[in-house]
């Protein structure tokens, strides 16, 4: 048996002399078209084309001519223009080759001569594309505007790469102006335009006229270990602390707004300085963009004062205040000292007991007189003969709210005497907690000062204007830590106040600003009332599931890049992704 490459080489026609002209030879015709092609290919109706507002039957497919293959990816945007002007701007979201001629290029034969030649004939294939249809973009009194797809293109219609700002922009529904997150991307790959900068800016709403600015619907940002999200965060927090940030009060004047970040691994107080990686270039390219950056001057590191842990700074020049939380607080908060285990029952013990204390000792009743009013055996044997707290309930309910003698009334100013300090218009305070070793005093610490914001902020009788007046995104790192449903007291009384403020946020101007590698952790009623979800790698699969973003982006997170994010804002825009800046707009990483 002969071997199946010879055969495979063989030339029946091949005579092994010199060729010779005959009169039956034909003269080679080219089938290029003359002319230039005016884009990336057509619409092809050879399997029917359809826009309906059934997703499932929409048939939307296009040939990609030869030249163009290697260019087009999906994701991208294209445009395939009506005849009348208007335009459907769509998504690629399949791509697919399929034989020209009936063949079964399967076989033997057909694989050993692919194995011989350097190329692929990409003329021997159809290269189609099936495409989404985002919306039809038309102009109206000058302005370019966009409606949901009503209406079908025509066979053979070409498709362009979308390349200009303006329709990209329209298409996708990204604001003009707003607060910088990042550029669009596809597949890892910054989309280009023909403008100058080329390359297409991602965009929050922020300003009443388009609705409510969303920085007041407040942000969730997910990403695992090493995604780059605290790079993100500080980068978008910094917009918030541009100089020209203001939002309107109820009193009519326009105010800027204050950032608390809980900073449980001491990064944020960084934003004070310059990044020194950001050079003139650099900058003028920012500015370009109108991207605020640099450090805020107007930063101050609020330390809480623990037992005798001690606070030290080297990487960060930010002014640091020393507080601590006064036993006062609990009157109005009994669930800071509920711990994690006090039913019901206890609960209300608990709640009676701080009663009788603070009207026995007034606003001034300190942790160790409290616990001194728990230790009079006197008073637990009151109560039990009178039926009011029961023997076993009043010593359980001791034992909870023991140990937090560390935490509050320590040697540093209140918290509550600090606040016109804490709360600064255009000021940016950090709350580091990683000097704390004890879990239990830094929920407290930070459940404490966040409950004081949030209350103020939902109170119709305040009793400090100055968080009242101030517009306050709060910033929460490690979220998932603090705001977790939990079968717990404490955690029906955390997550019911977060859940209530952040309904309440667009009125009372109190954003929420939560950055987690567990958003599957964050309690339902607070993770319904987000409204933007930017989303950088993450590997676990539950964590990619609970941040709902559309199936098409849900499988890009695991393989995304340091930087890579999805951005899910269904007020803002369409489902995109983003590329992040690379370089910090501040100080970021320890030396």
Not at 150 to 157: G, L, M, N, S
Not at 429 to 458: I, M, W
Request: aromatic share 8%.
């Amino acid at each position: 048996m002969s071997d199946l490459g010879d055969f495979a080489d063989h030339d029946p026609d091949d005579t092994g002399g010199e060729e010779t002209a005959t009169d039956d030879d034909f003269e080679a015709v080219s089938v290029t078209p003359v002319g230039t092609d005016r884009g990336i290919g057509t619409l092809s109706a050879s399997e029917g084309l359809v826009i309906s507002e059934d997703d499932d039957e929409t048939r939307l497919r296009a040939y990609i001519t030869v030249a163009n293959r290697s260019t087009v990816r999906i994701g991208s945007y294209l445009i395939a223009s009506y005849p009348d002007g208007e335009r459907l701007f769509c998504r690629i979201v399949a791509l697919e080759y399929a034989q020209e001629f009936r063949s079964d290029d399967a076989t033997e034969i057909h694989a050993r001569r692919a194995m011989r030649r350097e190329e692929v004939d990409e003329q021997d294939y159809k290269f189609m594309a099936t495409l989404e249809p985002v919306a039809v973009l038309y102009s109206e009194g000058g302005e370019l505007k966009r409606r949901m797809t009503d209406r079908v293109p025509k066979p053979e219609t070409v498709v362009r790469q979308a390349e200009d700002d303006e329709e990209i922009k329209t298409g996708l529904k990204i604001p003009a102006e707003g607060v910088f997150l990042g550029h669009l991307s596809v597949g890892g790959e910054k989309v280009r335009t023909a403008a100058e900068p080329p390359t297409i800016d991602y965009r929050l709403k922020d300003d009443y006229e388009a609705g409510d600015p969303l920085v007041f619907r407040h942000t969730l940002v997910a990403g695992g270990t090493g995604s780059g999200k605290t790079h993100a965060a500080k980068n978008v927090l910094r917009q918030y602390l541009a100089e020209d940030r203001r939002y309107p009060i109820e009193d009519g004047r326009d105010v800027a707004p204050a950032v608390v970040q809980f900073d449980p691994q001491d990064e944020y107080a960084q934003m004070h300085d310059d990044n020194p990686d950001i050079d003139a270039d650099y900058e003028r390219r920012l500015e370009r963009e109108g991207v605020a950056h640099g450090g805020v001057a107007d930063t101050k590191a609020f330390v809480p004062t623990v037992g005798d842990a001690t606070y030290a700074a080297s990487h960060h020049r930010a002014e640091q205040v020393e507080f601590t939380i006064p036993f006062s607080m609990v009157r109005n908060r009994p669930w800071l000292i509920a711990g994690s285990k006090l039913n019901d029952n206890q609960y209300g013990a608990l709640q009676y007991l701080l009663k009788r204390f603070f009207d026995q000792h007034g606003s001034g009743g300190t942790y160790s007189q409290f616990m001194s009013f728990l230790d009079d055996p006197a008073l637990k044997e009151e109560l039990d003969e009178s039926g009011r707290v029961h023997e076993a309930t009043f010593d359980a309910v001791r034992r909870r709210a023991f140990g937090f003698g560390n935490v509050f009334d320590q040697d540093a100013r209140p918290i509550t005497d600090l606040v016109r300090e804490f709360v600064r218009p255009g000021g940016l305070t950090t709350v580091p907690t990683y000097h704390l070793n004890d879990s239990r005093a830094t929920t407290t610490v930070v459940l404490a000062v966040a409950s004081l914001l949030v209350d103020e902020k939902l109170s119709n009788d305040p009793s400090f204007e100055r968080i009242k007046e101030t517009p306050l995104v709060l910033g929460m790192d490690e979220a998932h830590n603090f705001l977790t449903d939990a079968d717990s007291v404490q955690a029906d009384k955390v997550i019911g106040k977060f859940s209530e403020v952040a309904k309440q946020g667009r009125k009372e101007r109190l954003g929420l600003f939560l950055i987690t590698q567990d958003p599957q952790d964050i309690a339902d009623p607070i993770f319904k009332q987000v409204n933007t979800t930017v989303v950088l790698n993450l590997g676990d699969e539950d964590a990619i599931k609970a941040v709902n973003i559309p199936s098409n982006l849900e499988g890009k997170v695991p393989y995304m890049e340091k930087g890579q994010m999805v951005v899910y804002s269904p007020d803002n825009s369409e489902p995109v992704e983003l590329i992040g800046l690379p370089r910090c707009l501040t100080r970021h990483g320890q030396d």
